[in-house]
Structures are given as structure tokens and as C-alpha cells.
């Protein structure tokens, strides 16, 4: 079997979407699963839209999400050459023709045969006038008249296209530029392409680019259009569903790995299976459970799936994701043993990376501001005795493990005559200036003996002053 080769062919006319990432996903996890090779092409043809911005942006999106590609980027802008060549083989092989009708004669065309009933189209006046190239010719695929195109797609089935309703269509612009359908299928030839997803809204230029195809005498590669991604409403997605820019999730708090995983799950499955580690994804994933039905973005649904793998993925992989979101705090951490003991903290609460990052705040500060009604009701002369025992216990210990510090607990629970809750909540407040945190022993241990204190001791100066 011939190595599988796929492709990732985005527009840099604005940002990379979800619809967009999804299709790359598509034929990146294909193209690992068969060990293939995936190729990324960037289609900047429409030079008044393309910018060298949204190249970048697009490129530091798949980067962010992992999806990393074995040739290219590719510029269609610069293989304009390669588009020329084809097109003389054509020409010469009268597959296609010059043709000299002005737009108004076209269009004068396609009134006449809608006052027919008949799909408005070219008529094809200039296929036998044998024209030679001039200022303001175009040049037209010369398509068959009768008989029908099927194109066999492993994702939606045989859909047959009457080929007396493909009208000899451009393929090079009068200015001597190649038209989309010509460049996307002379770059896939070129390139190797076999297997090609993408959305169902490019099943209407697959007759045309299979004419092309069959007009060189190439082989047609393997093509699969899958549904559209739709918004929680069943409306075709838009910003309000949710369909931002992918450097918006990671600002937003996703993991790649949940975006990935999300993300694949929008058009394929395995079984009921929702939660998926990226090689899982590569082991498993296949053409043939790729579905027909369009499918519906939740971010509710996405904000869950972020949650399981905040909770299933290491602190220390963990970490080189939330250094960026403690940053945008004006935190500045490294990925090592405090910060990994951070995470471990809060990894069971944090739904994203944002949240993570908020709760984790009070870790890094080098002083704490108290909470006003936490701080009036738990830091008062009434707990200072405790405070102060608490203090000195802590400091005072050999080994600062969860065991020892649950005997000083005992110990000041013991001297005090107070409940654990007594001790705990005022020891909260101290620590972190409000009466929400995770558990205290997993705290205390992720601060450290030499923050606990001096953050105690802050706390006991506070009630003194």
C-alpha cells in the first residue's frame, strides 16, 4: 500500500477556527495513524485578504495544539510556475481552450438558459474557435457533455454530478493567475497527495477538481467530506456558539490535549469512549467511524472533557501550560517542585487553567491581603494563643511532612480545647487572606514550612496591630 499522504490547506485571509482545526485534525491524526506523512499548505492566492499575520497566527495555533506537519508550510504565491506548467500541458492536449467572452457575455449567457429552465451556465461559444492567448483571454477546462462525474467518498457515500451541468469553467484568470480548483488539485498532484478531509461545503468543486484530474491523467486520490460543525442551536457555528480564534481557548484556559480530544469527538467515535489521551487518539482513529450527521459545539460539554484532563495529566506537564496564565497574573514561576506541589492542590477543582492559575495566586504572593469579613470574623485575640502555638510547632519540627504537621494539630486541638475547625479556618484565613482554599494539610505541604510560618506570624501581627 502507498504511503498515505494528507493535507492541511488553510486560507491566511483571519484566524484559524474550529471548523478549520478539526479538519486538520482529521488528516494529521490519519496521517499518524497509517504513518504517513502530513503536509501543510498555506492558500494565500487571495492576495487583497491574505496577510503574513494570519500566517503566523494559524501557525502558532497548531504548534499550541500539537498538530505538527512533515512538509511544508507550502505558499501557493509561490508556485505560480508550477500552476502555468499544467496548464500548457492542457492547453496542448486541447483538455482546455482560450476564451475571449467578456464577463457581460457570460452572464448574458447564463439570463438565456435560466429563461430556458435550464441551469445558468457557460454555453461554451469559444470551445471550437481555436483562439490564441491575448490580453484578455481566460482559459477554460473544456468538461465532457454528456455522462455523469460520481465522486466516492468514505465519509458520505457515491454522490453523482451531471456532467451537462458543469459548464467549461475557468482555470487561468485573463491576468495569467490560476483559479482555486486548478491550483488546489496541480498541488496535490505535485505534493502526493492521496487522501483528502475536508467539510462538506468543498463536495460542490470535487466534479470539477476530479475533471482536472482525469483531464492529466493523474490518479484521483481518496476523498472524504465531513459535516459541518453547528452550534448548540443547530445554527451554523458562529462567534457566539463559541467559534473564536484557537489562540482564544488557550487563553481561555483548554489544554490542547482537551481541545484535541473535543474537537475529534465533533465527527468520529469509538464506541461511547469521550475521554481520549492524544496516542490513544492516534491508535484508534479511522475513516470509517468518521460520521455523516453534522455535529454541535458545546462549550458547557468542552469545559468538562478540560476538567478530566486537568485532573488525568502530570503537574509537571501541567506546569509548562499554567507558567502562561500565571504570567497574564504578573506571576513569575518556573516549572519546578513548588509549583508542581501547586498543582497538585487544585488540580481536582479546576475546570480550566485560568481557574487553576486565580486559586493559585495566593501560593506565590509575598503578602497576603485578608479578606474584610474573613478576617473580622476568624482573625481576632481569640485565636492568637492558637496562632501563635501553631507557629512556633511548625517551625520547630524536624521533618515538614503531612504526618508531623497532623500531630501538631492534635497537640494545639489538646492544648487548646478547640475542634479542628476552630484551628483550621482561622489558619485558612492566615495563610491564604480567605476562607476558601484547598484542604490544609495539601496546602501547608505545597507552601512550605518557611511561608507557613512568616505568613502566620503576618497574620498574628495583623490582629496585634
Not at 133 to 162: E, H, M, S, Y
Request: aromatic residues 10%; hydrophobic residues 40%.
Amino acid at each position: 500500500m502507498d504511503t498515505i499522504i494528507t493535507r492541511f490547506p488553510p486560507s491566511p485571509t483571519g484566524y484559524l477556527h474550529i471548523g478549520g482545526v478539526r479538519t486538520a485534525l482529521f488528516n494529521w491524526l490519519y496521517a499518524r495513524k497509517t504513518k504517513g506523512k502530513f503536509v501543510l499548505r498555506i492558500e494565500d492566492t487571495d492576495a487583497a485578504r491574505s496577510t503574513k499575520e494570519s500566517v503566523d497566527t494559524i501557525l502558532e495555533s497548531l504548534e499550541w495544539l500539537g498538530i505538527d506537519w512533515d512538509e511544508g508550510p507550502y505558499f501557493q504565491t509561490e508556485r505560480y510556475d508550477i500552476y502555468n506548467e499544467y496548464i500548457k500541458k492542457l492547453l496542448e492536449s486541447g483538455a482546455a481552450y482560450y476564451c475571449s467572452c467578456t464577463p457581460d457575455e457570460v452572464n448574458a449567457m447564463r439570463e438565456e438558459a435560466k429563461a430556458k429552465g435550464q441551469k445558468p451556465m457557460y454555453n461554451g461559444k469559444c470551445r471550437a474557435r481555436n483562439l490564441e492567448k491575448a490580453d484578455n483571454t481566460v482559459v477554460r477546462l473544456k468538461t465532457p457533455d454528456t455522462g455523469v462525474t460520481i465522486v466516492k467518498d468514505v465519509v458520505k457515500g457515491d454522490t453523482a454530478f451531471q456532467n451537462s451541468e458543469i459548464d467549461d469553467f475557468i482555470i487561468q484568470r485573463s491576468d495569467g493567475s490560476a483559479m482555486y480548483n486548478l491550483a488546489v488539485v496541480i498541488d496535490d498532484i505535485t505534493m502526493g497527495i492521496n487522501t483528502i478531509i475536508r467539510g462538506d461545503d468543498h463536495l460542490i468543486n470535487t466534479p470539477k477538481q476530479m475533471l482536472i484530474y482525469e483531464a492529466l491523467g493523474a490518479d484521483l486520490p481518496v476523498f472524504g467530506h465531513v459535516p459541518m460543525v453547528l452550534g448548540a442551536d443547530k445554527s451554523r457555528l458562529s462567534k457566539r456558539h463559541g467559534a473564536m480564534s484557537v489562540g482564544e481557548y488557550k487563553n481561555m484556559g483548554f489544554l490542547p490535549d482537551a481541545m484535541i480530544n473535543y474537537l475529534v469527538r465533533l465527527g468520529w467515535s469509538h464506541g461511547d469512549q469521550e475521554f481520549f489521551k492524544r496516542d490513544e487518539l492516534i491508535e484508534k482513529f479511522d475513516l470509517e467511524h468518521l460520521g455523516r450527521s453534522a455535529s454541535m459545539f458545546d462549550t458547557n460539554k468542552l469545559i468538562s472533557l478540560n476538567a478530566k484532563h486537568i485532573q488525568g495529566t502530570s503537574p509537571e506537564e501541567l506546569a509548562d501550560h499554567l507558567l502562561f496564565h500565571l504570567n497574564n497574573l504578573g506571576i513569575k514561576a518556573k516549572n519546578d517542585k513548588f509549583t508542581q506541589g501547586v498543582i497538585e492542590t487544585l488540580q481536582p477543582r479546576s475546570k480550566t487553567l485560568v481557574d487553576m492559575a486565580k486559586a493559585a495566586e495566593f501560593y506565590y504572593l509575598n503578602e497576603i491581603e485578608f479578606d474584610e469579613k474573613a478576617a473580622a470574623k476568624f482573625l481576632n485575640s481569640d485565636i492568637l494563643d492558637m496562632l501563635e502555638k501553631a507557629a512556633g510547632y511548625i517551625d520547630d519540627i524536624k521533618e515538614y511532612n503531612q504526618e508531623e504537621l497532623e500531630n501538631i494539630f492534635k497537640q494545639i486541638m489538646e492544648e487548646t480545647g478547640l475542634k479542628f475547625g476552630k484551628i483550621a479556618q482561622p489558619l485558612r484565613v492566615a495563610l491564604t487572606g480567605t476562607t476558601i482554599s484547598p484542604g490544609i494539610f495539601e496546602m501547608l505541604l505545597a507552601l512550605g514550612r518557611e511561608k507557613t510560618v512568616n505568613r502566620i506570624k503576618a497574620a498574628i501581627k495583623f490582629i496585634n496591630a
